[in-house]
């Protein structure tokens, strides 16, 4: 078990690491150093993308999401309730390639809908940031509703008669519990969204192939593959690097946001 | 209570199952109907390509391998830690949720990495010798290790969770009592008493081997994901046929999971930590994505 872990996971990371931090020092030797990290500029195209698209996504999203679980809370139907936590934690491992296929065939140039919705005139391309935010809505929403659903349906009943009791108004709620308690979970859930937008690959890769939009996740694999560029493979283990650590804030703050949600909800 | 007129409160629900539903229907219109007339003939490929047959059986093998591996080293692991040692429980925890935090792309990389540096090594050095066996294209064991890891969050939670609601203790003592091995005792007890996060186990990494694509296409390795790119330059149609294939059976697989887990918990309550899927209570992640 440990030595799975070990082998598997965590040398490889260290792998990385080495590789990352060493810059040949001109006599075939390695040392350690930054230099890896200075190439980042020259992908600094990929990095704005990757954060442009994921930022856009995420709040996008979580909006949706956020409105939608709302909905379903309000509701109050035990049976939808459980139907929408299964479908959604399904959803939200989506995001492979099937996925690009079926958006291709549905908005892209020659798509079933592609006509029909007028997109030529709007000037929207599937194959750009804006069909990458599209697309990867079909994961986020139900991230987003899988996260904030239960921080809905257990703001609690006696609240809102605790609320109207004491002369509170709807407005007064929300302003005063609904808004405090739920907040961190959405923020939380916002965070997170923007953390799995970010490190997509499997259907970014599909949808724009190489070179054509470049986001973190396709230079990283590009450059692994190809082995073009000099220093390519040093420069992909950087950004893999930076990748990791984002994951690791982004997991940490949605943890400590969910925690003060939770409290409340217990 | 601000409570919406009721039927407006339908609408957003309805927008994001239609936004989910459409492509889904457009995929299988644009597989079946070529040209207007219905036709099953993008599915032939299914059964007259020898590269998807090759693909389709490599990483059945990583699957089934992977989930032996998986339950072999994890349920030992968590069954010890609770009799014996639950101190260590939290450190396993983290251990095993750890991989979530790693995107799977950047996990690539690092694999690449130690791949690459055994290489160098030369071909008669002993790490020569490992880099080339792990990537033996035939049964990329890679791919086994590394899948085992990426499961590992999210079963450990299942299994953590199955053995919490059993008398693990009385159950064990009476078994070596009796007389039964230790490796008897998991067997023949422990393992039927978690059939649910055990079978919930099973669905997930088949999920997750049929759906994990960022490695498998990263290390060049032919599993039915990178075919079905592969495919996709050059025969559309069998590609768009074989993707609905292959998505709804990954839905299927974790729609099965799910439900394999939330029978451990007969009464469930959404709002606390016994909810359906073990993947929910904690930080949710893409797995089969990204």
Same mark, same amino acid.
Not at chain 2, 11 to 22: E, F, G, H, K, T
Not at chain 2, 273 to 290: I, R
């Given at each position: ?23 040949? *020092? ?13 190439s ?14 994921? @930022? ?7 909006g ?5 679980a ?10 939808? *309730? ?30 079933? @809908? ?5 997109? *030529? ?10 069909? %990458? ?11 987003m ?39 961190p979970?959405? %923020? ?15 259907s970014a890769?599909?949808?724009?192939g ?11 694999? *590009? ?6 560029r ?9 950004l ?8 690791v ?15 409340w909800?217990? | ?9 339908w609408?957003? /629900? ?9 492509p ?16 099953? &003939? ?17 990483? !059945?093998?990583?699957?089934? /391998?992977t ?6 080293? #994890? ?19 983290? #251990?095993?949720?750890?991989? #979530? ?18 290489a ?15 990537q ?22 299942? /299994? ?8 693990l203790?009385?159950i064990?003592e009476?078994?070596? /009592? ?8 998991i ?11 055990? &079978? ?31 495919? $996709? ?5 069998? $590609? ?12 299927a #697989?974790?729609? !099965? ?15 606390d ?9 904690? $930080? ?7």
């Open positions: 078990m440990a030595l799975l872990l070990a082998c598997f996971f965590l040398l490889p990371l260290l792998g990385m690491a080495i590789v990352a931090f060493s810059v040949s *020092d001109g006599q075939g030797g390695k040392t350690l150093g930054l230099e890896n990290f200075a980042l500029a020259d992908r600094g195209q990929a990095i704005a993308n990757s954060v442009r698209v994921s @930022l856009v996504g995420s709040a996008v999203g979580a949706i999401g956020a409105i939608t709302f909905c379903i809370a309000q509701i109050r139907h035990r049976r939808l *309730d459980d139907v929408v936590a299964v479908l959604s934690s399904v959803l939200a491992n989506d995001g492979g390639a099937p996925l690009a296929f079926s958006f291709i065939v549905t908005i892209g140039n020659t798509g079933f @809908l592609f006509a029909a919705l007028g997109l *030529d005139s709007v000037g929207f391309s599937l194959y750009s940031w804006q069909g %990458l935010v599209v697309m990867y809505q079909y994961f986020l929403i139900p991230t509703i899988m996260v904030t659903l239960p921080t809905f349906v257990g703001l609690r009943r006696e609240w809102h008669e605790a609320n109207k009791s004491l002369g509170g108004s709807a407005w007064t709620f929300w302003r005063r519990v609904g808004i405090p308690v739920a907040a979970a959405l %923020l939380g859930g916002w965070i997170l969204l923007f953390g799995s937008a970010y490190a997509t690959h499997a890769a599909v949808l724009i190489t070179g054509g939009f470049p986001l973190v996740t396709l230079t990283i694999a *590009d450059e692994l593959r190809s082995g073009t000099a220093g390519g493979e040093e420069a992909a283990m950087a893999g690097l930076t990748m990791v650590a984002i994951a804030v982004v997991l940490f703050l949605f943890n400590r946001l969910q925690r003060m949600s939770a409290r909800l217990a | 209570m601000a409570r919406l007129t009721s039927p407006l409160r609408v957003p /629900i309805l927008a994001v199952a239609l936004y989910l539903a459409v889904i229907i457009c995929s299988i219109a644009f597989a079946t109907f070529p040209g207007g007339s219905f036709s099953l &003939r993008a599915f032939e490929v299914l059964t007259g390509d020898q590269n998807l047959a090759s693909a389709a059986l490599r990483t !059945l093998t990583i699957a089934a /391998i989930i032996v591996v998986l339950l072999l080293t #994890l349920v030992p692991a968590v069954v010890a830690v609770h009799l014996w040692a639950p101190r260590l429980r939290p450190l396993l925890e983290v #251990l095993c949720t750890l991989p #979530l935090v790693v995107p799977s792309i950047a996990l690539a990389a690092g694999v690449i990495s130690l791949l690459r540096w055994g160098s090594q030369g071909r008669g050095s002993v790490p020569g010798q490992i880099s080339q066996t792990l033996n294209p035939d049964l990329p064991l890679i791919l086994v290790g590394t899948y085992v890891v990426l499961c590992l969050p999210f079963t450990f939670r299942s /299994i953590d969770a199955g053995l919490r609601t059993i008398p203790k009385a064990v009476g078994s070596t /009592i009796l007389g039964a091995s230790t490796w008897g005792t067997w023949r007890v422990v393992l039927p008493n978690i059939a649910g996060p055990v &079978r919930f186990s099973a669905f997930f990494g088949t999920a997750l081997c049929f759906g994990e694509f960022s490695i498998a296409a990263t290390l060049s390795q032919q599993t039915v994901p990178v075919w079905l790119f592969t495919v $996709s330059q050059t025969d559309f149609r069998a $590609s768009i046929a074989v993707a609905v294939l292959l998505n709804l059976t990954t839905w #697989l974790m729609l !099965l999971a799910t439900v394999a887990a939330s029978r451990m918990a007969p009464t469930r309550v959404i709002d930590s016994n909810t359906a899927d073990p993947a929910q209570s904690a $930080s949710p992640e893409k797995v089969t994505a990204s």
